[in-house]
């Protein structure tokens, strides 16, 4: 069971994805912050440090693989765990994602049991 100050990031603009995901991890014990864009996640990371963070793929204006490269060039938040959920089935896309720097990818479909052990195991790979 994590300890408290565990804190996942998520970052979707779909706002129940957020919420479904924030009770999911908050039930695994997690403290969860939520954003609706890059730019929200990168001032959050500015103030505190995150256990991992889940982000969608796809988002307006900067999406998945703007904050997987943004936090990946930051030596403060580099080895920070990234996980990108994406809906796509497009091998290529989940790739692209781990070239850019996320730790895993997932579809959104699977189920969030599936989020909560990818978040535990981010951090022992």
Excluded: Y
Excluded at 19 to 48: H, I, P, T, Y
Excluded at 92 to 116: I, M, N
């Amino acid at each position: 069971m994590p300890i408290p100050t565990q804190t996942v990031l998520i970052v979707d603009d779909d706002e129940m994805w957020r919420m479904l995901a924030r009770v999911a991890l908050g039930r695994a014990g997690f403290r969860c912050e939520e954003c609706g864009s890059v730019k929200e996640a990168m001032a959050v990371l500015a103030r505190e440090p995150v256990f991992c963070i889940v982000t969608d793929l796809l988002m307006p204006e900067l999406d998945g693989l703007d904050l997987c490269r943004m936090v990946r060039a930051d030596p403060e938040f580099a080895d920070t765990p990234i996980i990108v959920m994406t809906s796509s089935t497009d091998e290529a896309e989940h790739r692209t994602a781990r070239e850019a720097g996320a730790h895993t990818t997932l579809r959104k479909d699977v189920e969030f049991k599936q989020v909560v052990s990818a978040v535990r195991f981010s951090r022992n790979p």
